[in-house]
């Protein structure tokens, strides 16, 4: 019989070395996006769409600012990011 420890996903698996090619992929599928480099995702606009994706009407999409180019706008996407957690299952956490 296994133990917990036999089936524990150690730090080197291969779930740790995921590419940004295989992340910008998923994004792209999933959300329907053109993304092409991973810092495009900084502006935390996917990471809105995701979370909006996974619990739907958490995230007023309206107020994403999808063309951010300054940390204020930034800081705007993740102020709604974090408002959408904390109404979510992850407040439970």
């Known amino acids: 019989m296994p133990s917990h420890a036999d089936t524990?996903?150690?730090?080197?698996?291969?779930?740790?070395?995921?590419?940004?090619?295989?992340?910008?992929?998923?994004?792209?599928?999933?959300?329907?996006?053109?993304?092409t480099?991973?810092?495009?995702?900084?502006?935390?606009?996917v990471a809105c769409q995701l979370t909006e994706y996974i619990f739907p009407g958490s995230i007023p999409l309206k107020k994403v600012k999808w063309d951010a180019k300054n940390d204020y706008e930034y800081i705007q996407n993740y102020k709604i990011l974090?408002?959408?957690?904390?109404?979510t299952a992850f407040s439970d956490m």
Not at 37 to 45: C, D, L, R, V
Not at 82 to 87: K, N, S
């Open 8 to 35: 524990a996903v150690g730090m080197m698996d291969g779930a740790y070395f995921t590419s940004r090619k295989d992340i910008l992929d998923f994004f792209n599928e999933l959300l329907e996006l053109n993304l």
């Open 37 to 45: 480099k991973i810092e495009q995702t900084a502006s935390g606009a």
């Open 82 to 87: 974090q408002v959408a957690l904390q109404r």
